[in-house]
Structures are given as structure tokens and as C-alpha cells.
């Protein structure tokens, strides 16, 4: 089974930047597409970023200019640069894995990490 562990989650004031991390084990995430997500209270959650397994990202609009996915096959680690904040970006963001290829006996196709708190606030 894949783990995702999330770090670097905290308080930041509006116009700051944060710099997330979701580090993988149980499997190489070269052939997963991977992604951000979160979930603000009372509000369902939604996607933030992703990124295919040959790099290719996509965003939400409400991030676009702002934020930066990245992914490092050679360590299993992807990222979320989250620059100039705002008010609204607090939620709990949440790392996302899909297989792309067959899965294998026992395992998943989608798997979630616990999440991190983000908060943005003066």
C-alpha cells in the first residue's frame, strides 16, 4: 500500500508564501498522477493542482499565477509552492495519488494522505 505523508502546513500571513511537501513510500510515483486538494470549513473538497506522471500540471483557476506544483520521481516527493496568500487559501490540504497503469493485487488506484492545516491570517 502507498503512504502519504504531508508537511509544512502552518500560519502565515496574507501575501506570504508556504512551500508544502508529500512524501510517498509503498510505491514509485513515477507511474501515479499526483495532486493537491483541499478542504475549507463547511465546503467540499476540491482540486488545487495536479500533475501527470510525464509532468504535465494543471490548476485551479483560483491558483493560477500563485502556486506551483512539483514532483520528484527520484526521491517520491511532491510538492505545492504556495505564494502570495490569501485569507481564503486557509484549509487542510490534502496530497493525491492515482495510478495510471494496471494496479497491482492488493493494492489501490487512489490514495490520500491525512492532510495539512493551512492558515492565512494577519
Known amino acids: 500500500q502507498v503512504q502519504l505523508k504531508e508537511s509544512g502546513g502552518g500560519l502565515e500571513q496574507p501575501g506570504g508564501s508556504l512551500r508544502l511537501s508529500c512524501a510517498a513510500t509503498?510505491?514509485?510515483?513515477?507511474?501515479?498522477?499526483v495532486g493537491w486538494y483541499r478542504q475549507a470549513p463547511g465546503k467540499e473538497r476540491e482540486l488545487v493542482a495536479q500533475?501527470?506522471?510525464?509532468?504535465?500540471?494543471d490548476y485551479a483557476d483560483f491558483v493560477k499565477g500563485r502556486f506551483t506544483i512539483a514532483r520528484y520521481d527520484y526521491s517520491n516527493i511532491v510538492t505545492l509552492q504556495m505564494n502570495n496568500l490569501k485569507s481564503e487559501d486557509t484549509a487542510v490540504y490534502y496530497c493525491?495519488?492515482?495510478?495510471?497503469?494496471?494496479?497491482?493485487?492488493?493494492?489501490?488506484?487512489?490514495?490520500w494522505g491525512q492532510g495539512t492545516q493551512v492558515t492565512v491570517s494577519s
Open positions: 493525491h495519488a492515482e495510478r495510471v497503469l494496471a494496479v497491482p493485487v492488493g493494492m489501490q488506484r487512489f490514495y
Open positions: 509503498g510505491d514509485s510515483l513515477k507511474v501515479y498522477r
Open positions: 500533475m501527470s506522471p510525464d509532468s504535465v500540471s
